[in-house]
């Protein structure tokens, strides 16, 4: 196994981006030689003793083997991934090729948290929040106990897929429950805008998708679920006469009736993509793979 290694020492880097080798030596043991890219010449090799998630640090867990027994846990994201570009998805997650990511949105977090508040104090009474109330939704909160898990980051709602023998999870931020039982999957969005909150736009077809796949993940789990799902958008205003130190929103609820019955075909062909020894094309519509394409041409 080849790859690149960063060390670091009291919070800085003190080694990064050095090539090297991995050798499984057995007892649980290891060796890195590290060296250069271009050439098979190491340094002195460098023994090590691998965390306890089958042979990489902690903080990079090891990729797809092809055949592998051991069940491969999927973030709903990295279906998206896959949904946008299989060539990242296999750079990532057969690889190892960590696919760039994204700086935290820590406001939209801070909305997300306070919306959570404001239902869970509705939800620990069994009432219905005025919003439902004003959009005419005979649902209110639901309860569970394994709620807090379903929400939590990296831990979510778990089905394991006999089929692909695939872990999936998925962290939401909300259910509704109405009278006939069923689960109503809500997710909290943040924006600021001018323009009417809709779904239509082009972009917003993964905030679709995404509900679908919680729709799934419940129903995998053997629950009840409804189609419709709900978009909580908190709109920060932008027509005060001043900050002040605040942001006022107008928070709107959108319906959503999804459909789940792309996720079966999904995951058969995203197992077919990891089980293969060829790198799919470059995504045509896929910014990072543009991006490196036209960087190749740079002389």
Same mark, same amino acid.
């Given at each position: ?49 691998? =965390? ?29 991934? &896959? ?23 820590? @406001? ?37 106990? *394994? @709620? ?11 089905? @394991?897929?006999?089929?692909?023998? &695939? *872990?999936? &999870? ?40 995404? =509900? ?16 419709? =799902? ?43 993509? @990891? ?25």
């Amino acid at each position: 196994m080849k790859g690149y290694l960063f060390l670091y020492k009291r919070g800085e880097v003190v080694l990064s981006w050095r090539y090297y080798k991995y050798k499984e030596m057995g007892n649980n043991q290891g060796q890195m030689d590290f060296g250069n890219n271009n050439n098979n010449e190491n340094s002195n090799p460098v023994k090590i003793k691998p =965390a306890a998630n089958n042979g990489f640090s902690s903080w990079r867990r090891r990729p797809y083997e092809p055949g592998q027994k051991a069940p491969f846990a999927l973030s709903r994201s990295k279906v998206d991934m &896959f949904l946008k570009c299989p060539r990242c998805f296999y750079l990532d997650q057969r690889l190892g090729i960590k696919h760039p990511s994204m700086p935290a949105f820590t @406001l939209n977090t801070a909305v997300d948290y306070l919306l959570k508040k404001e239902f869970d104090a509705r939800r620990a009474n069994g009432q219905a929040h005025p919003l439902m109330t004003a959009y005419g939704i005979d649902a209110i909160p639901a309860q569970h106990n *394994e @709620l807090e898990i379903w929400r939590e980051n990296f831990k979510g709602i778990r089905v @394991l897929h006999p089929a692909t023998n &695939f *872990e999936l &999870f998925g962290a939401i931020d909300d259910l509704w429950i109405n009278p006939q039982g069923e689960y109503h999957i809500v997710d909290y969005k943040a924006t600021s805008t001018v323009k009417e909150i809709t779904l239509d736009d082009q972009w917003k077809q993964w905030y679709k998708i995404q =509900a679908e796949f919680y729709q799934w993940l419940l129903r995998a789990r053997g629950f009840s679920v409804n189609d419709v =799902a709900y978009f909580v958008f908190a709109n920060a205003v932008k027509d005060r006469k001043a900050f002040d130190g605040k942001l006022e929103f107008a928070v709107t609820v959108i319906e959503y009736k999804g459909s789940d019955k792309w996720v079966e075909k999904t995951l058969a062909e995203m197992k077919n993509c @990891l089980e293969s020894a060829n790198v799919p094309a470059l995504g045509a519509n896929c910014e990072h793979c543009q991006y490196i394409e036209k960087a190749k041409t740079i002389q």
